[in-house]
C-alpha cells in the first residue's frame, strides 16, 4: 500500500534528476582515447596561453576597415551572440576546476536571435581538434529564472583527468554575426 501510495511521486522525482542532460553523470562527451589525445604537456600549454595573450594584444590595437556598409573592428565582435562560460569560474583567462567538471555556458543573442545551427564546440591540442557538438547538444536546455541567457548548455565531465585542455566555442546568429570563444581548462 505505502509502495502504491508513493510510487507515483517517486517515478516523477526519478525522471527529473536522471532524465535532466544537464545533470547526466555518466553521458561522455570524450572517450578515454581522445582525452589522451586532448590533454596538452606542460609545454603546448604553455604555448598555447602565449599565442592566446600575443592575439589578445594584437586585437586591442585592431584598426576598423568596411564590409560594405557596415564598420567593423578586427578587435572585437561586438555584433555576434554573446558566449559566457559561468563555471567554471574563470581566473584571468583559465578557467580551472576539479573533477568532474560541470560546464555552464550562456549563450545570449544580442542583434539577431542565435542560429544554433552554427553551434560549434571543439577540443582542440595544436592542429588537432575533435567536434563535440552532436555529443553538446542534449546538455542545451532553456534557461532556468535567473539565467541571463537565451540557451544553457549544462553539462558534467565526469572522467576529465588532472591536467590542461582547450576547448573552442563558435556561434552566429540569424544574421551572420559569429562569435569565437576559446577556453582554457585547468582541471586539477
Given at each position: 500500500m505505502l509502495l502504491r501510495k508513493y510510487s507515483l511521486p517517486l517515478a516523477f522525482i526519478f525522471l527529473f534528476f536522471f532524465s535532466n542532460p544537464g545533470?547526466?553523470?555518466h553521458s561522455p562527451l570524450f572517450s578515454d582515447n581522445e582525452l589522451e589525445q586532448l590533454k596538452l604537456t606542460q609545454e603546448e600549454w604553455s604555448l598555447e596561453l602565449a599565442q592566446h595573450q600575443k592575439f589578445l594584444s594584437v586585437k586591442q590595437d585592431a584598426q576598423p576597415y568596411t564590409t560594405g556598409d557596415k564598420i567593423k573592428f578586427d578587435s572585437d565582435n561586438e555584433l555576434g551572440?554573446?558566449?559566457s562560460i559561468i563555471?567554471?569560474?574563470p581566473?584571468?583567462?583559465i578557467y580551472r576546476s576539479a573533477a568532474p567538471?560541470?560546464?555552464?555556458v550562456y549563450l545570449k543573442s544580442r542583434m539577431a536571435p542565435i542560429n544554433l545551427d552554427s553551434l560549434?564546440?571543439?577540443g582542440k591540442r595544436g592542429f588537432f581538434s575533435l567536434n563535440i557538438t552532436d555529443r553538446m547538444m542534449p546538455f542545451m536546455r532553456d534557461p532556468l529564472d535567473g539565467?541571463?541567457?537565451?540557451?544553457v548548455i549544462d553539462a558534467r565531465i565526469p572522467k576529465l583527468s588532472a591536467g590542461h585542455y582547450v576547448l573552442t566555442l563558435s556561434l552566429a546568429d540569424m544574421q551572420g554575426n559569429q562569435e569565437d570563444h576559446k577556453a582554457f581548462l585547468e582541471v586539477f
Open positions: 545533470y547526466t553523470e551572440p554573446i558566449v563555471d567554471p569560474t581566473v584571468g583567462d567538471v560541470r560546464l555552464l560549434r564546440v571543439k539565467e541571463n541567457a537565451d540557451y
